[in-house]
């Protein structure tokens, strides 16, 4: 499917560096601090028990974070006027503004998140959540995308 040609995209770019990169950069840290002491260990020094132990938890937390906060997120979403593209990967599915009951807005996590909830579940499951645009310069200030697509949602559900 090909995105309408007004289409224009509301989610956030940094997407791509949150799901992809940061993670490895992530992971690779801490599996190199946890080579580093099991090298210094074999080479024969005396290893206090936390330079293995707290590379462990920071994987298992690490995550957990972004499982719950980063991984979930769509790549990408296109707003069409009556309805979202959204895309995960190389899946994309169409989600008109009738078929969302509600849209919520996360502001105080890092990424911010929209979650988007179905009338029926589609090929991303009954909710969708996606990382929107904002602006650098008024961090605390409620998204205005968010408020935008309640009022959409809203006045769809209405016609």
């Known amino acids: 499917m090909r995105p309408a040609p007004t289409a224009r995209r509301i989610s956030s770019r940094n997407t791509f560096f949150l799901k992809r990169v940061f993670p490895v950069l992530w992971f690779?840290?801490?599996?190199?601090?946890?080579?580093?002491?099991?090298?210094?260990?074999r080479a024969g020094k005396a290893v206090p028990p936390p330079v293995f132990i707290v590379p462990l938890l920071l994987f298992v937390i690490g995550y957990a974070v972004m499982?719950?906060?980063?991984?979930?997120?769509?790549?990408?979403?296109?707003?069409?006027?009556?309805?979202?593209?959204?895309?995960?990967?190389?899946?994309?599915?169409?989600?008109?503004?009738?078929?969302?009951?509600?849209?919520?807005?996360?502001?105080?996590?890092?990424?911010?998140?929209?979650?988007?909830?179905?009338?029926?579940?589609?090929?991303?499951?009954?909710?969708?959540?996606f990382s929107p645009r904002q602006s650098l310069f008024a961090p605390f200030v409620r998204n205005r995308l968010a408020s935008e697509l309640i009022e959409r949602v809203e006045a769809a559900r209405r016609r």
């Open 28 to 41: 690779g840290i801490v599996v190199l601090s946890l080579a580093a002491g099991l090298a210094a260990a």
């Open 67 to 129: 499982r719950k906060l980063v991984l979930d997120l769509a790549d990408e979403v296109l707003d069409e006027g009556a309805a979202l593209r959204v895309r995960f990967g190389s899946e994309e599915e169409r989600i008109a503004l009738t078929d969302i009951i509600n849209v919520g807005y996360t502001q105080f996590v890092n990424p911010p998140r929209i979650t988007l909830t179905l009338r029926q579940p589609g090929r991303f499951g009954r909710e969708v959540s």
